[in-house]
């Protein structure tokens, strides 16, 4: 063990395995996700080559090897509640990805959900066989986020009562769906559906795409890897063009709407059925992101606390890099962030199965809030985490651009959050929508409860003013009155935007073209309410906590939190009047004061969050922090060292030097 | 040619050629880099499959035989002046780098310049042709930017006349020099120097580490590669631990400190001898952070003129995604800021070359400035293009996460510049020791000249005070106007940098411990600088422009730069009274407005940086924006591809369906 790493751990205020325990929630939860991991990590048959060494074929073989295993294991272990499958397979993947994921996130579930009781008797067993090995190919090479606008069709042919699928155009050709590539038989297809010479728009249906027996495509299926990506080594992402592809009538999932032997189109009774898939997707999203920068900051934190450089006091030796105030500035209130949106994961988890249990009932009215609040939380907190995960690699110097420090490969498998399941800048507008709908009810005298009920408040409808005029509201060391002050914030900026959108309706030619031009407006009021949301969930969690040093060290984070924010964002605040110039000197101030506050208990914050080695995966951020032997004998396996002399020597330097 | 391309170039309100020319420097520069890169882009000898379908071996092998080539070629055709040298290197690198960087930007250079005649005249044929292939091996695996601390020893032995090389400790390994790896045979060490029992301090050594014959490593020194990074697969950087290893006298070098055959140490005449290169390179990276970026948005921006999504109007087709507010709100400031950076840089390399001709001459009074200059821009620019590289590649959705947009590239390969050549918080922080400096000569009464001439105003020396009881500056329709805002945003910053100093000196124990408490204030002070730097330089750039129609968008370009930096820094300029709450209102309006002016100019701004589409090898960002053929084509050319059915088929997936 590193002796600056054990100091570190000695200066904690706080019991660790207690806080470990809030993070899990409970517990009992703690034991089980340990004894879970313990089952994944003494397996030898999960051992391999670090993944960073292979080539990309290499990588998606061992990935296909394992996630083959997987599937064997949790059988063997009789582990079937979905959470603890969550875990199993989270300690499998490690950081990165598996070709099977669509099959269980997306084929599996949609057949459970979207096919008759014939249907499911006959995929339902083939499926969990690993028979039929499925993805779900929605997107299209020229088409994304607007699902409207795909092109891919399915025309009914009566005579043989067979689907004929086609991709008419080249940006109709299906592109990225993961496990496409290689690795799946069929595909559920999103096809725009025509029977008797209509469109009856998108419906999706189970397509055969390579031989059951021989894994060859089948005719008219071209399909194959889109190519090496940012990240993603491991999971082929496929593109499927398909040619006069006919599939049986019964292939269209047809629990909903179906098409009858004739042709005759049968209507859905509804159109919100797929709604709900997306909200908890989004919403475990937001899980995600706290934990991308949670394991970030695990290995920033504690190679700052081992690695020494410069300088501090001249003739002392060269402090720990943690000591400095610029790195404290840099880590502390990710780390902060990370605490802040584990809370809000717990949160939007909690809610999801909450208003899950009310729409089982019936009741939907719940949806609506919470569409909109994980569309706009999933934005906010994955584009924080994204930029955080690159400020933590970046605080490690050098070492941190090395594959060994696994910095790289948490960016690149976590940034696409940012893009896929809604892209984050549509993602904020849909709050917005929601937002100025709240804020126009307010205005036509109705009452709004849950989280937008602040927009209810008449001080939110106050004019922008100059700061001196408006007596200071915020309370710097009060948490409670931060919150207000995010609160306010997000008031009068929704109240901007929808006065911003009303004014360009009177200029604009359309709706729509008003909507466009008050984007910008728009986006940043969904941000500040999301901020907000942030803030007063994280300070709500601080009353859950009985003990008394976890709560005040909880405390801490949640004002560096909330005052950070203050600060990144001070002209919002200088300009709704929740602080005034004064103020901002004496928050900068506070802010340092909090940075030597954590200072003692960093290393103990990054622990409790108790990812193990094996799961970091990381030489900077071990637990022992013995970081440079571990980078040497990583470095010595590096497929260029596998001979003394590289035959580029031969081939091109020898060569070279006798031309010369 | 895709017909939403060719509209927009219709739309252009200048003339291309000319703006190209101003980029550029000349017509006749243009002209010349054209024919260079011609040269290159249409010899066979360079061509090669897409880096991104090999492994990293294979990569490695590919950029050694190009590297070998390019010497062969550029003898051939007789190019030899510096900068042509570096535009024909650059169209062979492409995006990435090459194995032989080090031997001509560091091991040759330092030879030149810090050898005895003598030396100069053993060592610089050798490496001129290539039988000594050299690095430059300063950075250990424990020490980076405070090069004080390295520990690998070189002590001398009167005995043999011989230095003897070890590396002490773990942590003394030299680790990161880039060609280390596998293709030296040669590097320049820096070791501490002992001798008489004594420690001397850094000097440089020449140090054959692999045989010049058979090219293995000599004995005692055990070399290697450290492993995949976060890109640069193409580059070797290697490890190098030195075990008793023995050299010749001579092979210290000498031009300056001297060790006699018996041991005496002389020391050399001044230590401020290799503070020119430093600054070279990092005036040189101001350059690249204007290519990355602009090249980022060259491709982002075409794409999002060929990309169509969503509605804006109902029934009307899908607009193209440049027509959206928010996505001009990403990407018009970064191409504002590409073209700032790239007038910087053009600023830069001028200074450079007239401070260097100084120096030649024994005039070193510009030396500082520049120094502290170069410094700051560098962290400002790389952060600045680092974090908009990111953007540009976000912005376009999915298919910017695929290596074929090239997105991928230009990032991993760029953002290693936010920590070589002097991590940029460090940067930062050695302008502000530069900018209190010169604060505290003005307190005493000094006149300042050059770029911070500024601190001399009185107006700078103002309180922080309240918003709304000073009259308001700021014209935010008036360039100049602007640049006094940031002058003097830069000016209370510096004070206030500089008085949090002074306050800290009173508490703390040392003054290094007062400077640390001040760091996150001194990091401000510097950005607010580098900040005020760039917009004053965009400014100037615009008069010596003389086309009316250039002149028009460029300053276009340069309003919205200055303002979007005024909006995203609102709390600064609020806090010191250079714009009034209200204002925010008309900056934010203002900002939509030069969106939508630059919205026609858009994709021929990106044109005139005049990159082939050989030297981007991005698919989205084609001239001809044939985006989707081109990523199919692309795609079907993946390794995975190779075989129908890939073997982990056979390997996992049929035993795992006959298993369940």
Chains 1, 2 share one sequence.
């Not at 409207?148 to 009562?161: C, K, M, W």
């Not at 179906?258 to 005759?264: A, L, Q």
């Not at 060994?404 to 959050?417: A, M, Q």
């Not at 900026?493 to 009303?502: C, I, P, R, T, Y």
């Amino acid at each position: 063990m590193n002796p600056d790493i054990s100091r570190e751990r000695g200066n904690a205020s706080f019991d660790l395995e207690i806080l470990t325990n809030i993070l899990d929630g409970g517990a009992e939860k703690t034991r089980r996700r340990r004894e879970i991991e313990s089952l994944v990590i003494r397996d030898p048959d999960f051992q391999h080559e670090d993944l960073n060494f292979l080539s990309r074929s290499e990588r998606y073989d061992a990935a296909v090897k394992k996630s083959a295993q997987m599937i064997v294991k949790l059988r063997e272990y009789g582990i079937s509640d979905p959470e603890e499958i969550y875990s199993y397979k989270s300690v499998v993947k490690g950081l990165h990805h598996e070709p099977f994921g669509l099959h269980y996130a997306m084929f599996l579930p949609t057949i459970n959900s979207q096919t008759t009781a014939e249907q499911h008797r006959k995929w339902i067993p083939l499926a969990e066989l690993c028979q039929v090995l499925g993805t779900y190919a929605q997107t299209e090479l020229g088409h994304g986020t607007h699902i409207r606008g795909l092109e891919t069709t399915a025309t009914y042919d009566p005579s043989t009562q067979e689907f004929v699928l086609n991709s008419p155009t080249i940006s109709s050709i299906k592109w990225w769906p993961g496990g496409l590539g290689k690795t799946s038989n069929h595909a559920i297809v999103l096809a725009q559906l025509y029977t008797q010479g209509k469109c009856f728009g998108l419906h999706a249906f189970i397509t055969p795409i390579r031989c059951m027996k021989t894994h060859v495509p089948l005719p008219g299926v071209v399909v194959g890897d889109i190519g090496p990506k940012f990240g993603f080594d491991e999971v082929d992402n496929g593109y499927l063009k398909l040619e006069n592809v006919r599939i049986p009538r019964d292939n269209m999932l047809m629990k909903y709407a179906k098409v009858e032997p004739d042709g005759t189109y049968v209507k859905p009774p509804s159109d919100k059925l797929t709604y709900g898939t997306m909200v908890f997707i989004r919403s475990m999203i937001v899980g995600e992101s706290a934990r991308a920068l949670s394991k970030s900051c695990t290995i920033a934190i504690r190679y700052s606390a081992v690695r020494h450089q410069s300088e501090l006091r001249p003739g002392e030796p060269e402090p720990q890099i943690l000591d400095y105030q610029t790195q404290q500035y840099k880590l502390f209130p990710l780390l902060a962030t990370a605490y802040a949106f584990h809370f809000v994961g717990q949160y939007m988890s909690k809610t999801y199965h909450r208003i899950s249990g009310d729409i089982n009932q019936g009741d939907f009215s719940g949806l609506p809030e919470l569409h909109a609040l994980s569309a706009g939380l999933k934005a906010f907190t994955t584009w924080a985490a994204n930029a955080g995960i690159e400020v933590c690699r970046m605080a490690c110097g050098g070492h941190g651009y090395s594959r060994c420090s696994s910095l790289p490969d948490i960016y690149v498998t976590f940034t696409p959050t940012c893009t896929y399941e809604g892209e984050n800048t549509v993602m904020m507008l849909q709050t917005a929508r929601y937002l100025v709908k709240s804020y126009k009810q307010v205005r036509a005298g109705q009452h709004l409860t849950g989280i937008v009920s602040y927009l209810n408040e008449p001080q939110s409808r106050i004019q922008p003013q100059s700061v001196s005029s408006r007596p200071t509201v915020v309370n710097i060391n009060d948490l409670v009155s931060l919150v207000e002050a995010y609160k306010l914030r997000a008031a009068k900026f929704v109240e901007m935007a929808a006065k911003s959108l009303q004014m360009e309706l009177q200029h604009s030619k359309s709706n729509e073209d008003a909507w466009n031009n008050t984007s910008i407006d728009l986006v940043r009021a969904s941000d500040a309410h999301c901020h907000y949301v942030v803030v007063k969930l994280f300070a709500s969690k601080l009353s859950e906590i009985g003990d008394t040093a976890i709560h005040s060290v909880l405390s801490t984070l949640a004002l560096l939190y909330a005052l950070h924010g203050v600060q990144q964002n001070s002209g919002d605040f200088l300009q709704t009047g929740q602080i005034s110039v004064p103020q901002l000197a004496q928050i900068s101030q506070r802010l340092k004061g909090l940075l030597s506050e954590l200072r003692p208990n960093a290393v103990s914050l990054v622990d409790a969050f108790d990812y193990r080695d094996e799961m970091l995966n990381s030489s900077l951020g071990r637990y022992d922090g013995n970081v440079y032997e571990h980078m040497f004998e990583w470095a010595k396996r590096s497929p260029l060292n596998r001979t003394e002399v590289h035959e580029s020597y031969h081939k091109y330097l020898k060569p070279l030097q006798s031309k010369l």
